[in-house]
């Protein structure tokens, strides 16, 4: 199993970024995927999900807005488009995927988010 995040980098305030997570080695339609991040010195907090297979989607009520989860089965990947990026959105940005039980659930490395003028 395989969960790899790219597009982070620093972003002035205001400016926008899109996550990826390409992802292998399970059934991905099949699971609920989410963003979770982790700022320094907090805990990790649930950003955005994606359900399966209705593509419901919920954020985070800082993020409501601005963030858009989607997905493209297909590719087995999943996106975070984040626009209107504010200092207190840098941290590192973490995808899950979430097959319903303990057994079933993986992480990626993470992709360092940093929205700096």
């Known amino acids: 199993v395989q969960l790899v995040e790219s597009g982070g980098g620093l972003v002035l305030p205001g400016g926008s970024l899109r996550l990826s997570c390409a992802t292998s080695?399970?059934?991905?339609?099949?699971?609920?995927m989410r963003w979770y991040r982790q700022a320094p010195g907090k805990e990790r907090e649930l950003v955005a999900v994606i359900s399966s297979p209705n593509e419901y989607t919920d954020y985070q009520d800082s993020v409501k807005g601005r963030f858009t989860i989607s997905r493209d089965n297909a590719k087995n990947t999943v996106y975070l488009q984040m626009n209107s990026l504010k200092p207190e959105d840098t941290a590192v940005y973490y995808c899950?995927?979430?097959?319903?039980?303990?057994?079933?659930?993986?992480w990626g490395q993470g992709t360092q988010v940093t929205v700096s003028s």
């Open positions: 899950n995927a979430w097959g319903g039980t303990a057994s079933y659930n993986y």
């Open positions: 080695g399970f059934a991905f339609s099949r699971y609920n």
